[in-house]
């Protein structure tokens, strides 16, 4: 004997696991485009640490931030280019180049830390950042910690050449700091960082470069650091957005400090300094005669009509077609409206016809 059972109830359940699985799968999607950071940047660090080693590494960010118009969403891209390179001193190295892109800001480089400290070894490795956002936001100069408790040893003075020389804590860069310390040659620390570099809080990046490296007997290290952030303001239709006057320059439609704006000259008038066009009369005609230009009126000889005027026809003229005969205007379509509507209602009323006929017909 067959048992009916009610399924109604699991088949709820399923349906509102679907449902919840569905809205998890909404919420990482959104979450993925929020700005989130992507893992730190980590390559080249304690390697090449034998003596006569050369390593070279280089790091490229581009970061993406657009935010929404009220300033509440925003959609974080970043690109990085990774170039790693290892060799002996003096020579060639193999270097591999990696290039990734992400829905997340990368907000930290660390490289070639601990690195190069056998004899003789050398370190060369550079970060370059652009931050672009749209948006709202304020921009400032990058903080700098470098070149501290570096070139000790021994060595002919100079042995660290930084520019510049910064001591701050939680930098934006931290580079070269307890470097070039196992004595060696002059000028064996050479490490910058580029002074238009500048730093925002809604791409708050960071940079942790050749620190402890190159340590060595005879060790060289040269590492750089780059950080370009620019905010550009969102363009609403039918705004013109504010021009950006370089310090130092007159913004358009202004006058310089000093020089005295030109006078206005009312319409109509010679502006000063400037002699008014001649001016010639016109030609007077003496009575009876026709003026240049002009056609005399045609005379009617004595004892004749003139002939009667025909009033211009306002008719439109319809062009002939090629055996002669006139056609019809073009057809513009609208006319076709009220068929239209009327072969839809005789459609609707067929499929309703047709729907009546199928329930009588099931119920028979």
């Known amino acids: 004997m067959n048992i009916a059972t009610n399924d109604t109830p699991q088949r709820m359940v399923k349906l509102v696991a679907v449902f919840f699985f569905a809205l998890a799968f909404v919420f990482a999607f959104m979450s993925s485009s929020t700005g989130a950071s992507a893992a730190p940047i980590n390559q080249c660090n304690g390697s090449d640490n034998v003596g006569g ?40 190295p193999t270097c591999t180049t990696t290039i990734t892109s992400a829905n997340e800001l990368a907000l930290t480089v660390d490289q070639c830390n601990s690195s190069g400290n056998g004899g003789g070894g050398t370190v060369t490795c550079t970060v370059e950042v652009t931050n672009n956002v749209t948006g709202t936001g304020d921009v400032a100069p990058a903080t ?129 300094g400037e002699t008014p066009p001649a001016e010639t009369p016109p030609a007077e005609t003496p009575p009876g005669e026709t003026p240049p230009g002009e056609t005399p009126p045609a005379e009617t000889p004595p004892g004749e009509t003139p002939p009667a005027e025909t009033p211009p026809d306002d008719s439109q003229d319809v062009p002939p077609t090629e055996n002669g005969r006139n056609q019809s205007l073009a057809y513009t379509g609208s006319e076709s409206l009220p068929w239209a509507l009327g072969a839809g209602s005789f459609m609707l009323f067929g499929i309703v016809l047709l729907a009546v006929n199928r329930k009588y017909a099931a119920t028979r």
């Open 53 to 92: 080693m050369n390593v070279e590494c280089q790091v490229t960010v581009v970061n993406n931030l657009v935010q929404s118009a009220d300033s509440t969403a925003s959609t974080a891209t970043s690109t990085v280019t990774i170039v790693e390179c290892h060799g002996a001193a003096n020579a060639e």
């Open 144 to 272: 700098v910690n470098q070149c501290n408790e570096s070139g000790q040893g021994g060595g002919t003075e100079p042995t660290i050449v930084c520019d510049p020389n910064g001591v701050t804590t939680n930098a934006t860069v931290d580079q070269c700091n307890g470097s070039g310390n196992g004595g060696g040659g002059t000028e064996r620390v050479q490490c910058t960082v580029d002074t238009a570099s500048t730093q925002t809080a809604l791409i708050p990046v960071k940079v942790l470069q050749c620190n402890g490296s190159g340590n060595g007997d005879g060790g060289y290290v040269t590492c750089s650091t780059s950080i370009r952030s620019t905010i550009t303001a969102i363009e609403v239709p039918g705004e013109t957005p504010p021009v950006v006057v370089p310090p130092g320059e007159t913004p358009p439609g202004e006058t310089p400090p000093g020089e005295t704006p030109p006078a206005e000259t009312p319409p109509g008038e010679t502006p000063p």
